[in-house]
């Protein structure tokens, strides 16, 4: 079955660390990969995407996040954390075939110490 | 500007009621989805619907309904089948393919 799983449920960092979230996939070929982040009570929006090519992919407020195949990972990276990025972020996947839905996981949640 | 609205942003529901919930979009897009998001489970797909007229179940489509006559309009009507309706409820468009899903803010809905 297809699946995206976040393994860590709860991450808190310093202000001014740098930020790595995990994400793995598990699909029978390269999916379409996405970073969303969602502020409490609000939609998502997207951080960056991979549909295919350059591997580390940049995306807005300074995320990045790399395609590493061989470890079916999609990891998210910022080098230095702002108070305003404590949020809650979603790693999600589609093979763009069939109902197109995106697969997500079950989000990491971020917060960030003074 | 472009974008989802879903309304109203906060819903409750009485036991044996029906509600509907409602999602329009301006981005000229065909595909779109249901969403239920409960704390700790990410978001899990209700219902889709690839194009006006049509529309399919997705992973937890029990207790829920939709219609889909314009293809900027996409409600979702949670039933009193539903037996844990309380939840936090996203709608989503996509429009061509190697293209992101665009999300409205939300509804949340508490059953009293």
């Known amino acids: 079955a297809q699946s995206v799983t976040q393994p860590d449920i709860h991450i808190t960092v310093s202000e001014g660390a740098s930020l790595e979230l995990r994400c793995n996939y598990s699909?029978?070929?390269?999916?379409?990969l996405f970073w969303y982040v969602q502020s409490p009570g609000q939609g998502l929006q997207l951080l960056l995407k991979?549909?295919?090519?350059?591997?580390l992919v940049q995306g807005i407020k300074g995320f990045e996040a790399e395609f590493k195949r061989s470890q079916s990972s999609f990891n998210l990276r910022k080098p230095s954390v702002h108070w305003s990025d404590a949020a809650e972020y979603f790693c999600a996947g589609t093979m763009d075939t069939g109902r197109r839905a995106l697969t997500f996981g079950s989000g990491t949640r971020l917060q960030v110490q003074p | 500007d472009g974008g989802i609205t879903q309304s109203p942003k906060y819903l409750f529901r009485k036991e044996g009621q029906n509600v509907t919930l409602s999602c329009e979009q301006n981005?000229?897009?065909?595909?779109m989805y249901w969403y239920r998001q409960d704390p700790g489970q990410g978001l899990r797909l209700i219902y889709y619907s690839q194009i006006v007229n049509d529309f399919q179940k997705g992973d937890i489509a029990e207790g829920y309904s939709v219609s889909r006559e314009k293809k900027e309009s996409f409600p979702l009507t949670v039933t009193s089948a539903q037996k844990n309706p309380t939840a936090f409820y996203l709608c989503?468009?996509?429009?061509?393919?190697?293209?992101?899903?665009?999300f409205g803010q939300g509804t949340r809905l508490t059953v009293v």
């Open positions: 991979y549909f295919s090519g350059d591997t």
């Open positions: 981005l000229n897009h065909d595909a």
């Open positions: 989503a468009s996509r429009g061509p393919k190697n293209t992101e899903a665009f």
């Open positions: 699909y029978g070929a390269t999916p379409y």
